[in-house]
């Protein structure tokens, strides 16, 4: 596992940027934030749990095998995979975002068309119950062949339903549940038994839903922790659930999580990238005025982390008439519109926009070449005679350049490859900087709670 790096360089501006002394200062000035949270870090009323949440969960994995919570997700997600084909995971807000940031990011891109022997037997996964959308429910149903009223006979025609939400009451999940809820009854033959066993619930311990299930005879039901909510979720069962059930290594993923936090407590101010990104951005909010925050990301992999990180900022943040328009994209697919949009337009006057780039630096796969044909004629930037990944590169810095010039202040946020460790550390990184940044501007609501 290598560290992500932050490059505030292009933030360094004395025109329409910050300067490092000004940088330094603020980081010394959120350490004292980081120290309280660390020292509060169990503190539930204080929306801090998400912070040693990875740690006590591999904690007591440590401490028993089959009793702990991953323990018993382990054996359940592995006998998943043995009996269904397909998992429909119901879930709004977080609880939706950030599971499909985790699967979009760790998981191979166009799984669900991948073949069962190529999926290695793991299922392929649908996520609905975050909209009232009619067409899309129903698609979903017809896909299952809910509207053939039969039971499954095998596993390729079997599905679960994973449910996720803390208190039971959000009206999109609970809309959509009573549907699929009712299609897998149907599946089961109204097998009680069977429906029990392919109905997986996470939420709160004193939830409507809980309640609900019990009544049904679900016994294995997983528990949000109190003192994290959406999005802060992601990497407690709320997004581990789904995870497991398609075979993503939990235990690495909460591994970075926990790195992220050891360095978060104790690397210096001035190498600590939680405390620079935070410093770095907010100065960029109050000194400049800058109330647009993109983050681009140039990885199609994590076009879902930059929905989840979205709503992490705007619930986070935008209290009490305070915080950022918070903005999400990928490149290269949009960089001829909303990079012309950042370069020359939008309040152009004003300039009003500060750009996160996140930038993974190896690829999953071999370096595809592109292959120039006789009657080609080169690119652009050339990238005929480059492969994809160089390509890229040279369009990353071909766009901060233009940025620079254009008087738009960025920074580069270098992720060294997107797996479970590397995902971990970004989650809890961003999660870590959004409360310290939340509580040096003095939002009164718990921010993580």
Not at 148 to 163: D, I, M, N, T, Y
Request: charged share 20%; with cysteine.
């Amino acid at each position: 596992m290598s560290p992500l790096r932050f490059d505030r360089t292009g933030a360094l501006n004395p025109n329409c940027g910050v300067d490092s002394e000004q940088i330094n200062a603020t980081t010394l000035q959120l350490a004292k934030i980081r120290d309280e949270m660390m020292s509060g870090a169990l503190d539930l009323n204080a929306g801090n749990a998400f912070v040693r949440g990875p740690d006590e969960l591999l904690a007591s994995y440590a401490a028993d095998r089959r009793g702990s919570v991953l323990g018993r997700l382990f054996k359940r997600a592995s006998y998943m995979h043995t009996i269904v084909d397909r998992v429909v995971m119901l879930g709004s807000g977080g609880s939706c975002t950030g599971a499909k940031a985790i699967l979009e990011s760790c998981c191979q891109p166009f799984w669900n068309e991948l073949s069962r022997a190529d999926r290695g037997s793991k299922p392929r996964i649908y996520f609905g119950g975050n909209s009232f959308d009619n067409d899309s429910m129903q698609g979903l149903l017809h896909l299952l062949d809910a509207h053939k009223g039969k039971p499954a006979s095998s596993e390729f025609e079997r599905w679960a339903l994973v449910v996720i939400d803390k208190n039971g009451d959000t009206p999109e999940t609970s809309s959509a549940l009573r549907q699929f809820l009712a299609a897998l009854q149907s599946s089961t033959g109204l097998d009680r038994e069977k429906l029990v066993e392919l109905f997986v619930p996470v939420t709160g311990q004193n939830s409507r839903l809980h309640e609900m299930v019990t009544q049904i005879g679900s016994t294995d039901i997983y528990p949000i922790p109190e003192g994290v909510n959406d999005p802060f979720s992601v990497l407690s069962v709320a997004g581990l659930v789904p995870a497991a059930m398609l075979g993503v290594n939990v235990i690495e993923l909460l591994q970075g999580a926990v790195a992220m936090t050891e360095h978060f407590a104790t690397a210096p101010p001035q190498e600590n990238v939680v405390l620079q990104y935070a410093a770095t951005n907010h100065l960029l909010e109050k000194q400049r005025g800058l109330a647009v925050r993109v983050l681009r990301l140039w990885s199609k992999a994590l076009e879902p982390f930059g929905f989840w990180y979205d709503q992490l900022v705007s619930e986070s943040l935008g209290k009490e008439l305070a915080g950022v328009a918070q903005i999400s994209m990928v490149k290269t697919s949009d960089l001829f519109s909303r990079h012309q949009q950042h370069r020359h337009a939008h309040r152009h006057a004003n300039r009003d926009t500060a750009v996160n780039n996140i930038i993974v630096e190896e690829v999953r796969f071999d370096a595809l070449p592109v292959q120039k044909g006789e009657n080609d004629v080169d690119f652009k930037f050339g990238v005929s005679q480059e492969t994809l990944p160089q390509a890229l590169k040279r369009v990353i810095a071909a766009a901060n350049e233009e940025l620079k010039l254009a008087g738009r202040p960025s920074t580069n946020l270098l992720v060294p490859r997107v797996d479970e460790l590397h995902m971990g550390q970004l989650f809890q990184m961003m999660m870590l900087a959004t409360v310290v940044e939340g509580r040096f501007m003095g939002v009164k609501r718990a921010v993580g709670g």
